[in-house]
């Protein structure tokens, strides 16, 4: 069951820029694109754990910011050549605040 | 025998035939007159040169090694005051007198200029040389300029100083710009192209008067009262053959010196070629008749029949931006019917003028693909009948004759011509591919083609690749990313000469192919922008790397280092203490000494940065840039202050430099050094910009580097004082940032443009060096200030997470 919380205005986060959330399990990086949807994947590349919420956010994916690889943000998985998976959580906006679903991030301390 | 010829001008009609002369080995003892104190450049290309696009180097066809090499005795900077045809002998300037067998005429054509009381003031100037470009180039930003004149050469004059940020106004006396080549609506669109480029357009505007001020241009009074205020003021209303040597030496002129058609003079030893010919009542200002001509000059020169034939012409503009074609004869007229097609969304616009099923005149604009193959079927007079319902639609409609650029130029015959300025065909190409020429310079080398305007360059490498197949790429001019074709020096062009100051912008006019762009593209356009328009241009963080953004090096670990600024790697012992304490404080791992003579504290968190820059701030130290495609460290020796070998203030010098450089934004990483003496403790000479001091002043060097690739600087001036030293290195650095693509370190750039080239621009051009200066402290007064102290006060929330769930109790 879903269990959506209340994290921060949209504002808070930049157009095409990120902002941490820190879980009891480490941290997931809240997108926000250049036409305002939010995502939310944990923090971490499948290459060498670079900090993707440092990336450069383009069209619905994020460049990691050690090694330049490419993560949609919709799937969570590695664009072109370099092959990978991302763990994604459900985001949305409501009446200009972002949620994100506990039940979720909890699950993933379960997995 | 060996016959003397002398030839009077060195333009690009005389240059061609020259050539033409010299492939033949022909058995002439060649002496060239020039009034210009140089020798033959292509002059078609300085509106190029006037809008940035080119520099003089680009164009000059003919280098003094090249007239060596040839044994061709030049006489640049004379004229010929005399010719005496019965003695046949010329007296040259300085009175000597030389004997000649022929003589060829290539006087070319003078400007006209209207006689407007005040044509004769200051800073009244025509287009056609390199002096006058100058003239123009040197206006600088912000001042005022009116053209008179909304033909080709004026038009091309008012965009190249418009995108060099003049105040441009054309005036023009007729009700719609370039009437000669195109029809109203065409001109309409022009006419809308330009002003959104920021220059103002008076059309069926009559000049009065040319208005000065102690001798000086101030303003063009048009008759209607009107005032245009102006600094300078450009006539471009056309050309007349220069024709008086002609006259005074007794041969039959007209509007220009009658010609044969062997391009003989009415004395059978003495030719002429060029704009200064008349042939068949016809004089001649674009280049392909010129280049024909001088074809036709060179073989009756070497007793060889030839036949110089008029031919159907066409006009293209060559301003960034606006895409124009016109060719043939385009008035309405009986028995002459329009097909016209208009996409205003996209700006597009083509009509054809057809009689009897031929198309006699052609006017395109905005979407001229297709022009070279209109143009064919105006020359050749080609039935289109078959294909009148699709005809306007281009080549890529009619049947069978597919989209494919490639097939379409397979199907094209021999003589199909694909280069207008030299009047290459096709068939000429393909001969030169099968002997050898199997890449663009070699063609070119080898045929001309593309050699002279360029626009057919595409053209020729396709018929490369149709000829050579596999063994042939068509070298894609690699675009930035895949977000678009065009290169970086694409891009900047179009951001200059565009003047798109904002992403979006140059999106949208560029034809980005993904909505945002991408990791590849987004930072060299933010550097771009600002580079080009720091007052106008708001950075935005969200383009730039993680390190600039965040103005600390991420480590591999997703920690960051952080690097206080030393000015010339001076510290104080107040300094070091707040150094020390704040790596207690945050609990730093590492503390490391750099190479370029700072302190690293490696390890930072990140959401620790605020605070330590703050406690950094109040011990009065600011950002070292250590992560920036930027001003990175001045390094320095200790100079006179105490070496025992030193020269001057080696470490005054560096810290000076630092505090006038610091905060500025390059293509890439910009490191400099200054070294007390030649024995160069600094390491000077490895550095992008490096100063050695010697004991008469200062050598400066650029493009070294120790990475990758390591490089030696090579020097570019010596100068005495410091103050100049910090003024050529600003407008070096001025140069570096306006010119150089994105990622390139200055040995890259230097490495294109040639040492040559930046010298002319930063040390020997004193107004240019200066309009450098005065650009760099433009943007300075943006960029030279402390990003992490603005960060402490504005920023510093989005250095912590949005929130923190860790704490909440599991369900």
Redesign the interface.
């Known amino acids: 069951m879903s269990h959506w919380i209340d994290i921060a205005a949209l504002d808070s986060i930049p157009q095409r820029g990120a902002r941490l959330v820190k879980t009891r399990h480490g941290c997931v990086a809240v997108f926000r694109t250049g036409t305002d949807e939010v995502y939310a994947l944990d923090n971490a590349c499948p290459h060498k754990n670079g900090p993707l919420a440092e990336g450069i956010v383009h069209g619905s994916a994020v460049t990691c910011p050690l090694h330049n690889w490419v993560i949609s943000l919709e799937t969570g998985q590695v664009q072109g050549a370099d092959e990978g998976q991302v763990a994604t959580y459900p985001a949305r906006i409501e009446s200009g605040r972002v949620l994100l679903d506990a039940a979720r991030l909890q699950h993933r301390a379960v997995a | 025998m060996t016959q003397k010829l002398i030839i009077i001008g060195a333009g690009m009609a005389t240059g061609r035939a020259l050539e033409h002369l010299l492939d033949s080995n022909a058995d002439f003892d060649i002496t060239l007159f020039n009034a210009e104190p140089r020798g033959n450049y292509n002059r078609i290309m300085l509106s190029p040169v006037l809008s940035g696009d080119k520099t003089y180097p680009e164009i000059e066809t003919h280098t003094d090694a090249w007239y060596t090499e040839n044994n061709i005795t030049c006489r640049f900077g004379e004229r010929i005051a005399a010719i005496d045809r019965t003695a046949k002998t010329v007296t040259a300037e300085n009175g000597e007198v030389l004997p000649y067998d022929k003589l060829l005429f290539g006087t070319g054509s003078n400007p006209f200029m209207i006689p407007l009381p005040g044509h004769d003031l200051e800073g009244v100037i025509a287009y056609r040389d390199l002096e006058d470009t100058q003239r123009m180039m040197d206006l600088g930003a912000g001042n005022r300029c009116v053209v008179i004149g909304g033909g080709l050469l004026g038009l091309e004059a008012a965009a190249g100083m418009a995108a060099r940020g003049v105040d441009v106004t054309v005036v023009h006396i007729m009700p719609h710009l370039m009437e000669r080549q195109l029809d109203e609506a065409a001109g309409y669109l022009l006419r809308k192209a330009l002003v959104d480029k920021g220059i103002t357009v008076k059309c069926a505007a009559n000049s009065k008067e040319i208005l000065g001020q102690d001798g000086h241009v101030r303003a063009l009074l048009l008759d209607d009262g009107t005032e245009l205020p102006c600094d300078l003021l450009v006539m471009a209303v056309g050309i007349r053959p220069n024709v008086k040597l002609a006259q005074e030496a007794g041969l039959a002129v007209g509007k220009g010196i009658h010609v044969d058609d062997q391009m003989v003079t009415s004395d059978a030893d003495v030719l002429a070629v060029g704009e200064c010919v008349e042939h068949n009542g016809a004089i001649f200002g674009l280049v392909a008749p010129l280049y024909d001509q001088a074809k036709v000059a060179a073989a009756t020169l070497l007793g060889q029949p030839a036949q110089f034939v008029q031919k159907e012409l066409s006009t293209k503009l060559k301003v960034t931006g606006c895409d124009l074609f016109s060719a043939g004869d385009f008035a309405e007229g009986e028995g002459r019917e329009d097909i016209v097609f208009r996409d205003p969304a996209r700006g597009v616009y083509r009509r054809l003028v057809i009689k009897d099923n031929v198309i006699v005149g052609a006017v395109m604009y905005g979407d001229t693909a297709d022009s070279n193959w209109f143009f064919g079927l105006i020359r050749d007079k080609t039935d289109i009948a078959d294909m009148r319902d699709t005809l306007i639609f281009g080549p890529a409609y009619q049947g069978g004759s597919a989209a494919d650029p490639l097939l379409a130029v397979a199907a094209l015959p021999r003589d199909a011509e694909i280069c207008g300025c030299n009047g290459i065909c096709k068939g000429q190409i393909e001969d030169a591919i099968a002997a050898g020429a199997t890449d663009l310079g070699a063609v070119r080398s080898v045929t001309k083609a593309s050699g002279s305007c360029g626009t057919c360059t595409g053209l020729v490498e396709q018929v490369l690749a149709v000829t050579l197949g596999d063994d042939f790429v068509v070298p894609a001019a690699a675009g930035i990313c895949g977000c678009t074709d065009m290169t970086h020096e694409d891009v900047r062009r179009m951001i200059k000469s565009q003047s798109l100051k904002s992403m979006p912008a140059v999106w949208q006019a560029c034809g980005w192919k ?6 590849v593209c ?2 060299a356009l933010n550097f771009y922008l600002l580079a080009d328009w720091p007052l106008e241009y708001q950075d935005d ?6 390190n600039e ?2 103005h600390a090096n ?1 480590q ?1 670990d ?1 920690t960051f280092s952080v690097v206080p600024r030393m000015w010339g790697g001076i510290t104080t012992p107040d300094e070091l203490r707040a150094i020390a304490d704040a790596a207690d404080k945050f609990a730093v791992p590492t503390v490391k000494v750099t190479g370029g003579q700072r302190i690293d504290l490696l390890g930072v968190k ?1 959401e620790d940065l605020p605070a330590i820059w703050k406690d950094l701030n109040d011990a009065g130290m600011v950002s070292g840039h250590a992560y920036s495609k930027g001003l990175r460290t001045v390094k320095t020796c200790v100079g006179t202050d105490h070496c025992r070998f030193g020269t001057q203030d080696s470490t005054g010098l560096g810290i000076k430099l630092e505090k006038t450089l610091w905060g500025s934004w390059t293509p890439h990483k910009l490191k400099l050094a200054v070294s007390g003496c030649p024995r160069n403790c600094a390491e000077a000479t490895c550095k992008d910009i490096g100063v050695v001091c010697v004991d008469s002043g200062y050598q400066i060097s650029i493009g070294g580097a120790a990475g990758m690739d390591v490089r030696e600087t090579a020097l570019i001036a010596q100068v005495p004082t410091e103050d100049e030293v910090i003024d050529v290195i600003k407008a070096i650095t001025q140069s570096y940032r306006e010119n150089a693509k994105y990622l390139d370190r200055i040995y890259k750039w230097m490495g294109k443009v040639g040492l040559d080239w930046i010298r002319d621009q930063t040390v020997d051009d004193l107004d240019n060096r200066a309009a450098l200066v005065a650009r760099f402290e433009v943007s300075q007064s943006i960029y030279r200030a402390d990003p992490w102290a603005a960060h402490v006060t504005q920023k510093s ?2 250095y912590q ?6 704490l ?1 109790a ?2």
């Open positions: 993904t909505s945002c762009g991408c990791h987004r930072p963080p969200q383009s730039r790397f993680i953004r965040k991420i591999k997703g990140g929330e989005s997470p949005l929130a923190d769930l860790s909440e599991a369900e």
